[in-house]
């Protein structure tokens, strides 16, 4: 019998190698790192373990390569109970980020995504069916394969790239940054990013950091302020937003507290090193839910 996946999540994985510095190198500067931390990342995967750390089905389809980096993360995702089904293993190497975070939680992060092969769809399949589905845009083809119009969607649009393009009009919930709306529409007016975008997609929340977001759903739209946490690096917090989010949906949570559960799930992510380390788990996310009440408002 097909078992349901509550959220499959499709896109980009990689491995991260996370330093702590006191500031960020000058041009031919050498420095020593305080720590590091070597883990799992990508958004879709990051948003698969958080899914599963609350306590629902998560399954992610995407590449991951042949070599220890790819067998590290495979190994974090079998450990997560997240579903690798889905998952193409090939000869191409593992996505690889170094990342620098100061003591600030400003962080800077260097990709090498070389060769990974796009289009994964001729690769294994989950074996369970999805409530919903959540995509990052780095596999567009492979995501388009998987909308049979049964599952919720959600994109995750980081910043505007041929894979973000091609999805953001044909998903239920369009879930961007501040960077992908301004990219999207040319212009850096929020509010006005906002109103185009409600035109392309059914729902839209814009996240703006420590400004909070802006939301567009069913005829009206808002603003939802931020947390106040302090921040030790906000690496993998907009993918514990997008997987909260997701769980959210899965649970039938109002929309309002559904916006919260999943501010405060990237609040949580923010107060530790690393993404992975940082992902949350329900505890994280009640103890920031009973920190403070956010403004919830109408514009």
């Known amino acids: 019998m097909v078992k349901t996946l509550d959220v499959l999540c499709v896109g980009h994985a990689s491995y991260d190698h996370v330093f702590s510095v006191d500031h960020h190198p000058s041009p031919d500067e050498k420095q020593f790192a305080g720590g590091m931390i070597g883990c799992g990342g990508g958004p879709a995967a990051n948003a ?13 389809m995407g590449y991951l390569g042949e070599d220890l980096h790819g067998a590290l993360h495979f190994e974090e995702l079998l450990n997560e109970k997240v579903d690798t089904t889905g998952i193409v293993r090939g000869h191409q190497p593992t996505p690889v980020s170094v990342i620098l975070v100061k003591p600030d939680g400003a962080r800077s992060v260097t990709t090498f ?11 294994p399949s989950p074996k369970r069916v999805p409530r919903v589905i959540l995509m990052d ?16 969607t959600v ?3 980081g910043s505007l790239h041929r894979g973000t393009e091609t999805l953001m009009s044909r998903v239920d919930y369009l879930v961007c940054s501040e960077k992908f709306a301004a990219s999207a529409v040319g ?14 997609a059914p729902a839209v929340v814009i996240t703006l950091g420590d400004r909070g977001l802006l939301w567009r759903h069913e005829g009206m739209k808002g603003r939802l302020s931020a947390f106040t946490i302090r921040e030790r690096d906000t ?8 997987g909260a989010f997701a769980a959210g949906l899965v649970r039938g949570l109002p929309w309002p507290d559904l916006l919260m559960f999943a501010s ?5 992510c923010c107060e530790v090193l690393g993404a992975r380390p940082g992902l949350p788990d329900e505890s994280s996310i009640a103890r920031i839910l009973q920190k ?6 109408l514009i």
Not at 264 to 268: E, F, L, Q, T, Y
């Open 48 to 60: 698969a373990v958080t899914v599963a750390r609350l306590g629902h089905r998560a399954g992610f």
């Open 155 to 157: 994109l995750d649009a």
């Open 113 to 123: 995504k070389g060769g990974v092969p796009s289009g994964c769809s001729e690769g």
């Open 137 to 152: 845009g780095h596999e567009p083809e492979l995501s388009m394969a998987m909308m049979d119009g049964s599952a919720v």
């Open 235 to 242: 690496t993998g917090a907009g993918d514990a937003f997008h």
């Open 187 to 200: 212009q850096g007016d929020m509010e006005t990013a906002l109103r185009v975008l409600g035109e392309v």
């Open 264 to 268: 405060a799930a990237g609040a949580a």
């Open 292 to 297: 403070e009440s956010l403004v919830f408002s």
